[in-house]
């Protein structure tokens, strides 16, 4: 398995953390539409609090798989 440092956009130079962080933000807007939708944010306590351990879980999740 291959990990990259760098990824090449169209001769652009990016940290692949840049891209699962992108990546990480794109997910957490479709779950948190979805939970919206469903009305599941009413079983949270603090949904900021729960969004950003979502994002971390999210971005750590991505950066061992990609």
């Known amino acids: 398995m ?7 956009l169209g001769g652009l130079l990016v940290s692949a953390f840049v891209v ?3 990546l990480s933000l794109l997910t957490l807007a479709i ?3 979805l939970m919206g939708w469903l009305d599941l944010w009413r079983f949270v306590w603090d ?20």
């Not at 291959?2 to 090449?8: E, H, K, L, S, Y």
């Not at 949904?47 to 990609?66: K, S």
Request: net charge positive; proline share 6%; glycine share 6%.
């Open 47 to 66: 949904p900021p609090l729960a969004q950003f351990g979502i994002l971390i879980c999210l971005l750590g999740l991505y950066t061992l798989i990609l």
């Open 31 to 33: 779950l948190r539409w």
């Open 20 to 22: 699962n962080l992108a």
């Open 2 to 8: 291959v990990m990259r440092q760098v990824v090449d």
